[in-house]
């Protein structure tokens, strides 16, 4: 099939990892994430919302950042705290590859 006037820039097949995860945290906020782990970007994760269909790509450097959790996911303070809480287990440390 071909497109006429697409100029694509990228498009590669990759086998990936994805965990799904619900949980709800003490401050009794429910989660409901898919986490797509890739060998694209630099090693971080794909984490998405599947309740407000809000997808970030999330490494140990993006929870450090103050609001960043609050902003992307749309989240009180509380409920950002908790989630960044559970995404440091995930998440790991970011191996840069090739």
Do not use: C, W
């Amino acid at each position: 099939m071909q497109l006429p006037n697409y100029d694509f820039l990228s498009d590669s097949l990759e086998d990936t990892s994805t965990r799904f995860v619900t949980f709800i945290t003490p401050g009794l906020k429910r989660f409901d994430l898919a986490i797509l782990t890739t060998n694209r970007f630099y090693g971080k994760k794909l984490v998405t919302d599947l309740q407000f269909g809000k997808t970030a790509i999330i490494g140990p450097d993006d929870l450090e950042e103050e609001g960043y959790l609050e902003h992307v996911f749309n989240l009180t303070e509380e409920e950002g705290d908790e989630l960044r809480q559970f995404l440091y287990f995930v998440v790991g440390t970011v191996n840069f590859t090739d």
